[in-house]
Nanobody
Framework: QVQLVESGGGLVQPGGSLRLSCASE????????IGWFRQAPGKEREGISCISGSKGASPGTTSYADSVKGRFTISRDNARSAVYLQMTDLRVDDTAVYYC???????????????????WGQGTQVTVSS
């Protein structure tokens, strides 16, 4: 079965950390750009970070939304066909369902939800609460 699988969500106190994983099954993420998105209750889904594919002029270029810049770090492990989102200094308003998405994108821009028509994961819940 060809799919993306997220893991690593959970309940954490404000100021804590989590690492989310996005792994592929049935295909390699090597050429794919990966985006992380989140959707909080009652809000639209928003893009928070992305990393471009591992080929091209600027492979592995990263991008972050202002709301997470300096707190979240995206990385990829091509040997494991996985992408990670390290989240630190978590805040209550980071609470959301987090999704990863993959697509073959030209160039390094990868931050728009509309770009991802390939694969989406099922989501993982992150709850930040004391």
């Amino acid at each position: 079965q060809v799919q993306l699988v997220e893991s690593g969500g959970g309940l954490v106190q404000p100021g804590g950390s989590l690492r989310l994983s996005c792994a592929s099954e049935g295909f390699s993420l090597y050429y794919y750009s990966i985006g992380w998105f989140r959707q909080a209750p009652g809000k639209e889904r928003e893009g928070i970070s992305c990393i471009s594919g591992s080929k091209g002029a600027s492979p592995g270029t990263t991008s972050y939304a202002d709301s997470v810049k300096g707190r979240f770090t995206i990385s990829r492990d091509n040997a494991r066909s996985a992408v990670y989102l390290q989240m630190t200094d978590l805040r209550v308003d980071d609470t959301a369902v987090y999704y990863c998405a993959a697509d073959l994108l030209p160039g390094t821009r990868c931050d728009s939800e509309s770009q991802y028509r390939g694969f989406w994961g099922q989501g993982t819940q992150v709850t930040v609460s004391s």
